[in-house]
C-alpha cells in the first residue's frame, strides 16, 4: 500500500461519508486502486438478510476492486445509536478492525477509512474513534462541516487530534448549509486558526457530485 488516511469529523452527519468517496475518486483520477473501509456503522437496514448500511454500500460501490461487505464494514448496527449503545450485544474489538484493514491494505494502493461520528465517539466501554486512528497508524484528515458553530467544534476537534500524537495530514470544508451568512469568511477563520492545510473545499448540493467534488480537493 502506497498510503491511506483516517476520516473522522467534528460531528456526525457533516459529510465523511462524501469526503470519504470524493477522496477516493480522487485518487483514482491519480491511477491509484483504491479501496474504501467503514469499520463501524449503526442506522444498518435488512437487505439480502443482512444488516447493510447506505454509506457503507456507497463505499463499496467506490472501491477499484470487488471486496466483500463485510470486510469494508465488519460491525453494522440496526439501531440509529452510538455504537456503544447498538453494538452492546457485540461490541467492538479493535483487533478485528485491525485485521481487516490489514487484509484490506494487500489489495490496493490506498485505502481511506471512514470514522464513527467523532473523533471521541465511542466504540465500546473504553474505546472511542480516537484509539481505532491510533491503532491503524494513518494520517488523519479531519472534515468540518461549515455550519453555525463550526469554528468551535473545528478548534476543539484539532487541538484533540493534535495532542492524540498521530500524523495529521489536513482538514476538508463540507459547505452543509446552503442558508448560513458569511460562509466564505467562516472558512477563511478556519484556514488562519488550523495549523494543517485545507485540502478541499466541498460546495453545498442537495446530491453528491463525485466528479465535481474529486476536481476540488488535493492532497
Not at 141 to 149: A, E, K, N, S, Y
Not at 152 to 159: D, E, R
Not at 176 to 193: F, G, W
Request: aromatic share 8%; net charge neutral.
Amino acid at each position: 500500500m502506497e498510503k491511506g488516511y483516517f476520516i473522522t469529523g467534528t460531528d456526525t452527519n457533516i459529510g465523511k461519508t462524501w469526503t470519504t468517496v470524493t477522496l477516493m475518486r480522487y485518487f483514482k483520477i491519480q491511477g491509484k486502486s483504491v479501496v474504501g473501509m467503514k469499520p463501524v456503522a449503526s442506522g444498518c437496514r435488512v437487505q439480502d438478510g443482512r444488516l447493510r448500511n447506505e454509506d457503507a454500500l456507497l463505499i463499496q460501490e467506490n472501491t477499484s476492486l470487488s471486496v466483500d461487505y463485510d470486510l469494508i464494514n465488519p460491525y453494522a448496527y440496526e439501531l440509529p445509536v452510538s455504537p456503544h449503545i447498538a453494538g452492546v450485544d457485540n461490541p467492538v474489538k479493535l483487533d478485528l478492525l485491525i485485521a481487516k484493514f490489514e487484509l484490506l491494505k494487500t489489495l490496493a494502493d490506498v485505502v481511506v477509512v471512514e470514522g464513527a461520528g467523532g473523533w471521541y465517539s465511542p466504540l465500546n466501554e473504553r474505546e472511542d474513534n480516537s484509539d481505532l486512528a491510533k491503532a491503524l497508524a494513518l494520517p488523519v484528515i479531519m472534515v468540518v462541516g461549515i455550519r453555525l458553530g463550526c469554528i468551535n467544534h473545528a478548534k476543539l476537534t484539532y487541538q484533540a487530534i493534535m495532542q492524540s500524537g498521530v500524523a495529521f495530514a489536513g482538514w476538508i470544508a463540507v459547505c452543509t448549509d446552503p442558508e448560513l451568512l458569511s460562509r466564505d469568511d467562516n472558512i477563511l477563520t478556519l484556514k488562519k486558526t488550523l495549523d494543517v492545510p485545507l485540502l478541499g473545499v466541498l460546495p453545498y448540493r442537495k446530491v453528491a457530485d463525485f466528479k465535481f467534488f474529486s476536481e476540488r480537493v488535493k492532497l
